[in-house]
């Protein structure tokens, strides 16, 4: 017989692992009635553990989300980046000015995106400016790219600092791609604190912001807040990890579009 602690061990590592643990779910895996976990669940949060929300439970405190290096993060989570980059890249249109931020998963949007003409594509990462070229040298896509320089981050492939900062105060967007390391109800963060200066400065020169996450980022906190889930017009995920009902709410609340693509 399973008990008490095995079962509220197994809601921390899922409520940790995934952002969200799942009342049905547990009940399931366990085969006890969803009255028991419901009771569980009252146990840890009585001890500050886990916060409840509908359907299931979340971290109170969730930790501290941090980067993987450069090459995991490219080779990580390659079907959801694949989807979610073909689904943003269809917000792009002829005769617009995109910025895009250093973030990998922004890679799978320039990887996608082709057929469109006359567009200005603005970015801090050599990855994707590399990315932008060759699609002009193939005559996938037709404009110009504006690369905003700066100092270099070797690792992760981007140009960063004040100079890069301060570049895109000249600047105005007709839409920006921006990604994170972690979504939470009152913070969108990043473990970089170049990322986070860069991506705020994108927001807000842009008419319209798009926030590109896998699912596995949110209900997550990570070191620096550079942003409110309101801030953006559209956030874009997956659905391999459950998006709680309680993020679903928040978004529509805060009249944010949240696309949740297949994978």
């Known amino acids: 017989m399973i008990g008490l602690e095995e079962r509220q061990d197994y809601i921390l590592s899922v409520a940790k692992e995934h952002g969200f643990a799942s009342i049905s779910d547990?009940?399931?895996?366990?085969?006890?009635?969803?009255?028991?976990?419901?009771r569980d669940i009252n146990k840890l949060c009585k001890d500050n553990l886990v916060k409840?929300?509908?359907?299931?439970?979340?971290?109170?405190k969730p930790s501290c989300r941090k980067d993987e290096d450069y090459l995991l993060r490219i080779?990580?989570?390659?079907?959801?980046?694949?989807?979610?980059?073909?689904?943003?890249?269809?917000?792009?249109?002829?005769?617009?000015?995109?910025?895009f931020d250093a973030g990998v998963s922004i890679q799978s949007i320039?990887?996608?995106?082709?057929?469109?003409?006359?567009?200005?594509?603005?970015?801090?990462?050599?990855?994707?400016?590399?990315?932008?070229l060759n699609k002009f040298n193939r005559e996938e896509i037709t404009g110009r790219i504006i690369f905003i320089g700066g100092e270099l981050d070797i690792q992760n492939r981007f140009s960063k600092g004040a100079f890069a900062t301060d570049t895109?105060?000249?600047?105005?967007?007709d839409i920006s791609f921006v990604s994170c390391t972690a979504i939470s109800f009152?913070?969108?963060?990043?473990?970089?604190?170049?990322?986070?200066?860069?991506?705020?400065q994108l927001i807000e020169r842009?008419?319209?912001?798009?926030?590109?996450?896998?699912?596995?980022?949110?209900?997550?906190?990570?070191?620096?807040?550079?942003?409110?889930?309101?801030?953006?017009?559209?956030?874009?995920?997956?659905?391999?990890?459950?998006?709680?009902?309680?993020?679903?709410?928040?978004?529509?609340?805060?009249?944010?579009?949240?696309?949740?693509v297949s994978v």
């Not at 980046?81 to 917000?91: D, E, F, H, N, Q």
């Not at 200005?120 to 050599?126: E, G, H, K, W």
């Not at 895109?168 to 967007?173: Q, V, W």
């Not at 798009?210 to 995920?237: G, H, P, Q």
């Open 26 to 38: 547990i009940a399931k895996k366990f085969e006890v009635s969803i009255e028991t976990i419901r």
């Open 52 to 60: 409840k929300v509908r359907g299931g439970a979340i971290l109170s």
């Open 75 to 99: 080779k990580s989570n390659q079907q959801q980046k694949l989807t979610i980059g073909m689904r943003a890249s269809s917000m792009i249109q002829d005769g617009s000015v995109v910025a």
């Open 110 to 132: 320039a990887n996608s995106v082709s057929g469109v003409k006359n567009v200005t594509f603005v970015t801090n990462s050599i990855s994707i400016a590399s990315i932008l």
């Open 168 to 173: 895109l105060k000249d600047y105005y967007f």
């Open 186 to 200: 009152d913070a969108v963060s990043s473990y970089s604190l170049d990322e986070c200066s860069y991506s705020k």
């Open 206 to 260: 842009s008419s319209a912001s798009v926030l590109i996450a896998e699912s596995n980022k949110i209900c997550k906190n990570s070191i620096c807040r550079f942003a409110k889930i309101s801030d953006f017009d559209t956030i874009i995920t997956d659905d391999k990890n459950q998006i709680s009902d309680e993020i679903k709410k928040h978004c529509d609340k805060e009249k944010v579009e949240l696309v949740i």
